[in-house]
């Protein structure tokens, strides 16, 4: 019954508003903005409609990377057109006239603001939230409660989001979701993905891009969908960059960057470091179980653990203009993440019998310690090929990833009153890895409203990984266990090819993207007694999106997509992780990918006032679904020793999921001081599983953001957000409420800013309460999760820019190519 409410609520909420248009004469404004001096386009610029009169648009896009912009569906009448961007004059087309045809402006050409400007910040305000075709995009350059903070805090606001306590991401839902940094794969994500997000400091972010129902130009993994990061960076002459600092009483970290351009040539380097300052978590767990006799053991683990956090990324960006139509980028990147926990538990385990005889009681003291370091080098080369044609352009990218982690566990067990010998076991880990990405894509324009692509891609991943494992003596001493001493080597290959095309139908009443995606995987690991088949998929991709209202400010979007969810090395080590003796994990060799259908049903409104309102309903349906179930063994047998009273913890492929929702986002300008965000999800998933009761499960999201502007450059925020708990096949997530409030100071005209935040200022933790049950055991854990938090940042902005508009030129034109696109490559080796 929850399903079909949020159907019904989503369909008379979309059919209410479509109700109060009118219809009428529609017409498009189409053009291409571009650098008065050196004849480049500007992507990005902000091209605003205003009836013609008014004081306030009420239409608008931002160009692409090409320069070029198209509004669709502007009704008939008189209109004036404005072009914008940071350094530039605002260009301004009055009395411009629609009917029912293309009104085609042509080149917008910019005039840079002055010669020479020192030691000056212009700054140019981008909306929170972008709504296009294929993706949703959020800016947080005015997010004051991320200040200082790192990219698992601005993902909390982005929309269709979820961020739990311990920074696992959730897009509508879904856990499987594919990172790009700048649209490339990034080693960085491969070994935690927690620890990199948390190593990415929020003020190297220029934006983030959510896609749901990714084309077929981007790789098929992740049934979730992509998130792409998009760094910081600068077009402009001359040398220009920025410092952040931020201290708290939970977190440190700093970053500097640097931007350096003259005539065709530009360098971008950076620099940032992090720490999470040593917390201490409390937790207990509870688990009561029976075995085949009927005895029943209760075990009670009380403990706490401390934990620490710290990374840094550093790199160097060249892009280079060689000629008119050719264009080179080039950059190297290296990143380092660790952590350290040690944790102290004390443990009770009480033995009845089936007619309530007591049998046993035991205590005991286990002292664990984990440590994990991560180092990732990212090398990358790409060539652009643009031609005479407009929008025809041929891409090739080459990346390269070397990782080198280490992974160390230690665990011993003290039993009270000497009742048992100690036990214990340390475990070491490294492992290196190796992933080679080659793309080509080509994009050739048929006509002014079809366009076809096409490309290919190659993905090597090569894995080397050992574990050594020492087992307490009773002598006290620490020796070689053979049974859990292995080597392995993992190499996985996928080679994928597409074919897409778009088109505007109908008298640009309807644009149409579709395309299709074949990926081959073939997968060789020398895990013993394991042959993982190769596979192949085909994944078709088809958006439709149409615009429509009296002034062309409403849009709908139909999608369907195809994705596939590889289990990665992590899934499929039989690495067993012993570091509690009463909970083990390990992974599973014979996991088959797990394949998603996706449909999306989106509606976005923008109001003449600034308001905006995005709508969308989804449905997933995977099978070969791939999740966590744990096995209670009294008695387990591990290499020839026996572990007792243990939850067995593995991931299968278990039947199939279905989940229907919908996210609900709005902006609300109240006055022209306080502005309102708010982002809602709702959704039922439901989990048929053989051989297991099927689980329908109901859960919600629910954040607010309230910023108001007090004049003179001070401004404050308020933010909070509450999870849901949602059932799982086995147990109960929990719920947990955030929230924070920011201030930030701008002064120096606006080159310098400090900031101060607070974090769940008024509860020092978080409890966390969550169970897990099976056919015979039962299990509650509660967690308190330390968030409160306290921190000042600080930031400047230095450089001097310089717009020369006297640039000589040679004969072959190769000098007109300064500003040329050194964008992130959003739509490359995906």
Avoid: C
């Avoid at 933790?765 to 509650?780: D, E, H, I, L, R």
């Amino acid at each position: 019954m929850k399903s079909v409410f949020l159907i019904l609520v989503s369909f008379i909420f979309i059919t209410a508003l479509h109700a109060q248009t009118a219809p009428g004469a529609k017409g498009k404004i189409t053009g291409k903005v571009t650098d008065a001096t050196t004849k480049q386009p500007v992507d990005y610029a902000t091209v605003s409609v205003f009836k013609q009169g008014a004081a306030s648009p009420f239409n608008g896009i931002s160009t692409d990377p090409k320069g070029n912009f198209s509004i669709n569906n502007i009704p008939a009448g008189e209109y004036k057109i404005t072009a914008e961007f940071l350094g530039y004059q605002k260009a301004v087309i009055e009395h411009v006239v629609v009917k029912d045809g293309v009104v085609a402006l042509g080149e917008i050409k910019l005039a840079p603001i002055a010669n020479e400007l020192k030691g000056v910040t212009i700054t140019a305000k981008v909306p929170t939230v972008e709504n296009r075709i294929d993706k949703m995009v959020y800016n947080p350059q005015n997010d004051l409660s991320a200040q200082g903070g790192v990219a698992i805090d601005v993902l909390k606001k982005v929309p269709q989001i979820t961020v739990d306590i311990d920074g696992n991401v959730e897009l509508q839902g879904n856990a499987n979701i594919r990172f790009l940094i700048n649209g490339k794969p990034s080693s960085i994500f491969g070994a935690s993905l927690a620890d990199a997000l948390a190593s990415i400091p929020a003020s190297q972010i220029k934006s983030i891009e959510v896609i749901t129902s990714p084309g077929a130009k981007y790789d098929a993994a992740g049934t979730g969908g992509i998130v792409n990061i998009i760094l910081k960076d600068s077009k402009v002459e001359g040398v220009n960059g920025s410092f952040n600092l931020s201290a708290g009483t939970r977190r440190e970290n700093g970053s500097f960057n640097l931007n350096a351009r003259k005539g065709n040539f530009g360098v971008n380097a950076f620099f940032s470091g992090n720490a999470q300052i040593n917390t201490d978590a409390p937790n207990t767990r509870n688990r009561v179980s029976t075995d085949g006799s009927g005895n029943q053991t209760t075990l009670f683990q009380k403990g706490s653990n401390n934990f620490r956090r710290n990374g840094y990324e550093s790199g160097i960006n060249f892009n280079w203009d060689i000629s008119k139509h050719d264009n080179l980028t080039a950059g190297v990147g290296f990143n380092h993440f660790g952590n350290h926990g040690n944790g102290v538990t004390n443990e009770n385990s009480g033995v009845v019998s089936a007619t309530g005889a007591f049998m046993s009681d035991t205590a005991d003291i286990r002292n664990s310690s984990s440590r994990f370091n991560g180092r990732s080098t990212d090398v990358s080369v790409g060539y652009k090929k643009t031609f005479e044609k407009e929008g025809q352009e041929l891409d090739i990218l080459y990346t390269e990833s070397f990782g080198n982690n280490s992974f160390a566990s230690a665990q011993q067990t003290d039993y009270l009153n000497g009742v048992k010998p100690s036990t214990g076991l340390t475990n070491a880990n490294p492992g290196k890895d190796r992933e080679t990405n080659i793309s080509i894509d080509y994009t050739h324009p048929v006509s002014k409203k079809v366009t076809i692509e096409t490309g290919g891609k190659l993905d090597f991943n090569h894995i080397n990984n050992s574990v050594v494992t020492d087992t307490l003596a009773t002598d006290g001493t620490f020796n070689l266990d053979p049974g859990q001493t292995y080597g392995f080597t993992y190499d996985r290959k996928i080679y994928a090819y597409y074919l897409s095309g778009s088109a505007s139908l109908f008298n640009s009443f309807l644009d149409v993207k579709a395309g299709v995606r074949d990926e081959y995987t073939n997968t060789k690991a020398d895990f013993q007694g394991v042959n993982i088949p190769n596979y192949n998929i085909l994944v078709p991709s088809l958006v439709f999106s149409h615009k429509f209202g009296n002034n062309g400010s409403q849009s709908v979007k139909l999608s369907y997509t195809r994705r596939i969810q590889r289990p990665d090395y992590g899934d499929l080590n039989p690495f067993l992780n012993i570091s509690d003796p009463h909970n083990i994990n390990t992974g599973n060799p014979n996991l088959r990918p797990e394949k998603g259908d996706n449909f999306e049903f989106g509606y976005n409104k923008a109001f003449d006032g600034g308001a905006n309102i995005n709508v969308a309903a989804f449905y997933r349906h995977n099978t070969d679904d791939i999740q966590q179930f744990t096995t209670y063994y009294d008695s387990l047998k591990v290499n020839n020793k026996t572990y007792r009273d243990v939850s067995f913890n593995q991931r299968y492929n278990i039947g199939s999921e279905d989940r229907i929702g919908i996210n609900i986002y709005a902006s609300v300008p109240v006055t022209d001081k306080l502005s309102l965000r708010t982002n809602m999800i709702f959704s039922d998933r439901r989990s048929t599983n053989p051989g297991f009761a099927n689980v329908s499960a109901f859960a919600y999201r629910l954040n607010l953001n309230a910023q108001y502007n007090f004049g003179h450059d001070l401004s404050a925020e308020f933010f909070g957000n509450y999870n849901s708990s949602q059932k799982g096949i086995q147990g109960t997530n929990p719920k947990f409420v955030f929230y924070n409030f920011a201030m930030r100071k701008m002064f120096m005209n606006k080159k310098a800013s400090i900031g101060f935040t607070a974090t769940n200022p008024f509860a020092k933790y978080v409890s966390q309460s969550s169970s897990t049950f099976g056919s015979n055991f039962y299990s509650t854990n509660v967690r308190l999760v330390p968030v409160q938090s306290f921190g000042i940042s600080l930031s400047y902005k230095f450089g001097k820019l310089e717009f020369k508009k006297d640039r000589e030129k040679d004969k072959n034109n190769d000098q007109d190519n300064n500003g040329g696109d050194n964008g992130p490559q959003s739509e490359k080796g995906k």
